[in-house]
C-alpha cells in the first residue's frame, strides 16, 4: 500500500509540476518579461523553452528525487513542501539563481540589480503556486477524514442503537459455506466471475470473503436491507458508507469509507444512488 501511495504521489507532482513548467513557458513566451533580444520567433520559443525546462527540472529533484532517495536518517515528511517553509524559499533560491544563469550567459544579457530583483520575484511564482496546491491538497485530505470520521461515528451509533438486530447471513450457491454479519457492517459486494466478493468491517478493519453465488442472489437476500443499493451490474453497496459521489469523463464514481477503489454507478441507477443520497 505505501508503494502504491508513492506512485499515485510521485504522478501527482508530475502532474503538477507539468502544468507550472507549461505556464511558466507561456507566460515568458507571449508577455516578454526580461529584456532579450531576438527577432526570429522559432529562437524566441527555443530560448523561452529553457525556462520552463529550469523550473521542471528544479521543482523534480526537490518534490519527486530528493524525498525518495533521502536516507532513512531523515525523515521523508520533513522534506515535503507542505510541511517546511525552508524548502518554499530554497526552490525559489535555486530556480532564481538558475533564471539568472540562464538569462546572463545563454541569453548574453547584461544583469543588473533591477533585473535581477524582477527575475527573482518572477521565480518565486513557481514555489507560491507549489504551496497553493499542497494547501489545497492538505485541506481536501482533512476535509475527507472529517467526512469518514463523521460517517464513522454514525455508523457506530447506529450499531448501539441496533445491537438487537439480526445478522444477515450470505451463503453460497451450494449452501456449503456462508457468512453471518450485522447489516451495518456489510459495506461492498462485488461480482467475481462466478463469485462475489463481500467487503465489511471487522473493528477498524476492512476484510473481504468470496461466496459462490450470484449479485442477483445477494440483492435478494439483502431485500429487507433499505441501505443497500444495486449502483452498477457489479456492485451493490451500503449507502451509509458512501462518502461521496462524483462525475467525470469516467462516468459516476462512488467513494466508500475505508476503500481506496472507486465504485463505478451505471446510468440506470444513479437517480437511485442520487435520491438517497440526497434525503440524508
Not at 450470505?170 to 462475489?196: F, G, R
Amino acid at each position: 500500500m505505501d508503494e502504491e501511495n508513492i506512485s499515485q504521489d510521485a504522478k501527482y507532482q508530475i502532474k503538477l509540476i507539468s502544468l507550472i513548467s507549461l505556464a511558466i513557458f507561456l507566460f515568458v513566451l507571449f508577455f516578454q518579461p526580461f529584456d532579450f533580444q531576438m527577432v526570429d520567433f522559432n529562437d524566441r520559443m527555443i530560448f523561452t523553452l529553457g525556462f520552463a525546462v529550469i523550473t521542471f527540472l528544479i521543482l523534480v529533484v526537490f518534490r519527486i528525487i530528493l524525498p525518495v532517495s533521502v536516507t532513512s536518517r531523515i525523515r521523508a515528511e520533513s522534506l515535503k513542501i507542505s510541511n517546511e517553509v525552508g524548502l518554499i524559499i530554497l526552490i525559489w533560491i535555486f530556480i532564481a539563481c538558475g533564471n539568472i544563469f540562464y538569462i546572463h550567459y545563454v541569453g548574453k544579457v547584461d544583469m543588473d540589480l533591477s533585473s535581477a530583483v524582477v527575475i527573482s520575484l518572477f521565480s518565486a511564482f513557481p514555489s507560491i503556486i507549489l504551496k497553493l496546491a499542497d494547501v489545497n491538497m492538505s485541506l481536501r485530505k482533512q476535509l475527507l477524514n472529517f467526512v469518514r470520521r463523521n460517517i464513522k461515528l454514525e455508523h457506530d451509533l447506529a450499531n448501539a442503537e441496533q445491537q438487537q438486530s439480526e445478522p444477515v447471513i450470505l451463503m453460497s450457491d451450494t449452501q456449503t459455506d456462508k457468512i453471518e454479519l450485522l447489516p451495518d457492517d456489510i459495506m461492498l459486494i462485488k461480482s467475481a466471475d462466478n463469485y462475489v466478493e463481500i467487503y465489511y468491517k471487522t473493528g477498524d478493519e476492512v476484510e473481504h470473503k468470496l461466496l459462490r453465488n450470484t449479485l442477483k442472489n445477494m440483492q435478494q437476500a439483502l431485500r429487507d436491507q433499505p441501505d443497500f443499493r444495486r449502483c452498477h451490474r457489479t456492485c451493490i453497496v451500503n449507502t451509509a458508507c458512501i462518502v461521496s459521489l462524483t462525475n467525470s469523463y469516467k462516468g459516476h464514481r462512488i467513494k466508500m469509507l475505508d476503500i481506496d477503489e472507486e465504485i463505478p454507478v451505471s446510468r440506470q441507477y444513479i437517480l437511485g444512488i442520487k435520491d438517497v443520497l440526497d434525503a440524508e
